[in-house]
């Protein structure tokens, strides 16, 4: 079966997500357009905070982050997202989509960036005798790397931003 094309696959993750948090109680919207920051804003009660989420869709067992390449592997930056969810979308053989999320903090997911970006550079060394040009390729976690991270939608829900006296 053909897969979906990515730019239907990253709308299709982010509508996904957006109905997630709709679905739980809490007010999301898509950000549109091509120089966007973050792909959704979920919004306090009051509409006087929102919280950042980055959406990764993939229909293997691998997420392209590019968080070295965008540079956002530091936590404190302030356009950094304050959550990352990631959609695994499998069609079935009966034509039937089943999906996954994980949510991960945005320390959560550099962590878990940096510790796969050294496993990746050890096993280069190993190799080649050098060390890989980080910026040239595409940073990527694997569902192996996030699996304890399932479901974890109470990371938002739950987050004082969204639920503090002054939202």
């Not at 007010?27 to 990764?56: C, M, P, Q, W």
């Not at 550099?110 to 040239?136: F, G, L, M």
Request: net charge positive; with cysteine.
């Amino acid at each position: 079966m053909p897969k979906i094309p990515p730019y239907l696959l990253s709308l299709a993750g982010e509508y996904r997500v957006c109905s997630e948090l709709n679905k739980r109680g809490v007010f999301a919207t898509i950000t549109y357009g091509n120089r966007k920051s973050v792909d959704i804003y979920a919004i306090s009660g009051r509409h006087t905070r929102a919280l950042k989420i980055e959406v990764k869709t993939s229909q293997t067992p691998k997420f392209v982050t590019g968080i070295g390449q965008k540079r956002k592997g530091l936590a404190n930056r302030p356009d950094a997202p304050d959550f990352w969810v990631l959609v695994q979308l499998r069609r079935g053989p009966d034509g039937c989509y089943t999906e996954r999320f994980f949510v991960l903090t945005h320390r959560e997911i550099c962590r878990k960036q940096t510790a796969r970006n050294r496993e990746y550079e050890k096993r280069y060394v190993e190799r080649n005798r050098r060390k890989p040009d980080i910026s040239k390729g595409v940073d990527n976690i694997m569902v192996a790397d996030v699996g304890n991270y399932e479901d974890q939608w109470s990371k938002i829900l739950d987050d004082k931003r969204l639920k503090g006296k002054n939202s």
